[in-house]
C-alpha cells in the first residue's frame, strides 16, 4: 500500500465510516465490532476508487442483509445473542458473491477484492450475507 492508497483510506476512515456503520447497526438493531483489514483492501493503483467501490462491496450489501435478517423480532435477538464482530477483508481476490461471506461462532466475515463486481453484485453479496448466517444459526 503506498502514499496514495494509504491517504484515500485514511479519508475513508475519517470521512464514511463512521456513516456506514451507523446505517449497519441501525438495520441490525444493535451494535457490534467491525474490524476492517486496511492493508488487504487497500490494494495499490485503485486510491481513486476505494470511495465508490468499498461501500458497493462491503456496507451497502451488510446494510441490505441485516435490514432483511433482523426484520422479525424472532430473527433478530437471535443474531443480536450470536454475533460478535464483522470482518472485512480481501485475501486471495475472491470476486463471486457465492464465495463472500462465511459465518462461524459469532464472526461474519466478509472477503472480497475490493474494486471487482462492486456494483452488479451488490444483491447477492447481500443475499451472501443472510444465507451465511442463517445456515448457522
Wanted: charged residues 30%.
Amino acid at each position: 500500500m503506498g502514499l496514495k492508497e494509504k491517504r484515500a483510506a485514511r479519508d475513508f476512515q475519517e470521512n464514511r465510516l463512521d456513516s456506514l456503520k451507523k446505517q449497519i447497526f441501525k438495520a441490525a438493531k444493535f451494535e457490534f465490532e467491525i474490524e476492517v483489514n486496511w492493508d488487504t483492501i487497500a490494494i495499490d493503483d485503485y486510491a481513486h476508487l476505494f470511495d465508490q467501490t468499498w461501500p458497493l462491496v462491503y456496507f451497502e450489501p451488510t446494510i441490505k442483509a441485516f435490514k432483511e435478517l433482523c426484520s422479525d423480532d424472532l430473527s433478530q435477538e437471535a443474531i443480536q445473542e450470536d454475533l460478535k464482530k464483522v470482518i472485512i477483508q480481501n485475501f486471495g481476490n475472491v470476486h463471486n458473491a457465492n464465495h463472500f461471506a462465511t459465518y462461524s461462532k459469532g464472526v461474519l466475515t466478509l472477503n472480497h477484492s475490493p474494486i471487482m463486481n462492486a456494483e452488479n453484485q451488490v444483491e447477492d453479496r447481500a443475499e451472501s450475507i443472510q444465507n451465511a448466517i442463517e445456515k448457522e444459526l
